[in-house]
């Protein structure tokens, strides 16, 4: 890619490349080899297939304040007993989801985390895709046969 992302990592003099990382990432998780990016200013989105769930992962840019965030998602909303779902969602983000956790995105639930750009690792952007697309696909399935409609 032409723009590259870089930061100054404060513990060293090294560079991190963010998208570059990503890519890597996401190129040894994807199994299709279907993966997009779709790229404006200094701003990245991916989409790669996971198992069965598709993955975003987006990168606002290179500041401190900039967002990294990973999401993918699980099930459409509305859904049968949605008070159990969501109580059973509660329950999962405290006890199994590690850094991410599930939320509602316009009218979907979501396995996401997200953090600033700030002192981001390499090694913490592959767990976080990592983490989100394992997830995803793990529930997926699972929570669709117990409350799709």
Same mark, same amino acid.
């Given at each position: 890619m032409a723009n590259v992302l870089s930061t100054v990592n404060h513990d060293s003099s090294e560079t991190t490349n963010y998208v570059e990382i990503i890519q890597t990432v996401i190129a040894s998780l994807e199994q299709t080899e279907t993966a997009?990016?779709?790229?404006?200013e200094d701003q990245f989105l991916w989409k790669f297939q996971y198992g069965s769930? !598709?993955?975003l992962v987006q990168?606002?840019?290179q500041s401190n !304040? #900039?967002?990294?965030?990973?999401w993918a998602t699980v099930l459409s909303l509305p859904v049968k007993d949605e008070l159990t779902l969501l109580r059973r969602l509660l329950e999962m983000n405290w006890t199994s989801t590690l850094e991410a956790r599930f939320g509602i995105l #316009?009218?979907?639930?979501? +396995?996401?985390t997200q953090r600033s750009v700030a002192d981001l690792s390499a090694g913490e952007i592959s767990r976080a895709i990592t983490i989100v +697309?394992?997830?995803a696909d793990e529930q997926d399935d699972l929570l669709k046969a117990e409350f799709g409609l």
């Open positions: 997009m990016v779709n790229h404006r769930v !598709e993955v990168l606002t840019g !304040e #900039d967002t990294f965030t990973v #316009d009218n979907q639930i979501v +396995a996401i +697309a394992t997830l």
